[in-house]
């Protein structure tokens, strides 16, 4: 990424750790204690900020949650059209989501492809009772009627566009940009 196509920075460190502080308070506000909680985060950035949040959470409150990390790429309608080879890893996902309250995080929702393909991977692997979804970003622009339950800003986009979140843990920095596509 080059300085020529970053448009604006929406997030630098400061304002992300608070967007995700916020989250998870509306988490816990929502929270009722009728069904056990867990929080999976979507491969890649959503296992981070899922693990973020449940440290937000820990601090404050006193919940038993279990957390996962779920690759969904093979439920993607769109995977085969790109034409490309799928980087795949394994899930850690080491109990069952059976009768569960699941809080989906991911980075970025866009057309809602992502978030569809990891609610069918989830609904193989059992029946939970409610799932969820959290979003660091929602750019807008969705090709499916899906919407996050928990959302850190929406940043209205053109399809020329692209928001390009960076977290410590795999970039050395935090912070989500709107950049211009090459």
């Known amino acids: 990424m080059t300085k020529e196509n970053i448009i604006h920075t929406i997030m630098d460190d400061d304002k992300l750790h608070k967007v995700i502080k916020r989250i998870s308070s ?11 909680l867990v929080i999976v985060g979507l491969k890649t950035r959503g296992e981070f900020l899922a693990n973020r949040i449940i440290e937000e959470i820990n601090s404050s409150e006193n919940i038993e949650i279990e957390t996962g990390v779920l690759d969904a790429t093979l439920y993607r309608d769109d995977f085969r059209i790109n ?23 991911d980075d ?11 609610i069918n991977a989830l609904m193989d692997r059992g029946r939970p009772k409610i799932i969820q979804f959290a979003a660091l970003i929602d750019r807008g622009l969705r090709e499916l009627p899906v919407k ?35």
Do not use: C, H, W
């Open 83 to 105: 034409l490309k080879v799928p980087n795949i890893s394994i899930d850690d996902m080491p109990f069952s989501i059976d009768d569960k309250k699941i809080i989906l995080v």
């Open 148 to 182: 996050p339950d928990y959302v850190g800003e929406v940043v209205k986009t053109l399809p020329t566009q692209e928001i390009r979140v960076k977290l410590s843990e795999i970039d050395k920095e935090d912070s989500v940009y709107l950049i211009e596509k090459n």
């Open 108 to 118: 970025v929702v866009f057309t809602g492809r992502s978030i569809l393909a990891a």
């Open 26 to 36: 509306e988490i816990i506000a929502d929270y009722k204690g009728i069904y056990k």
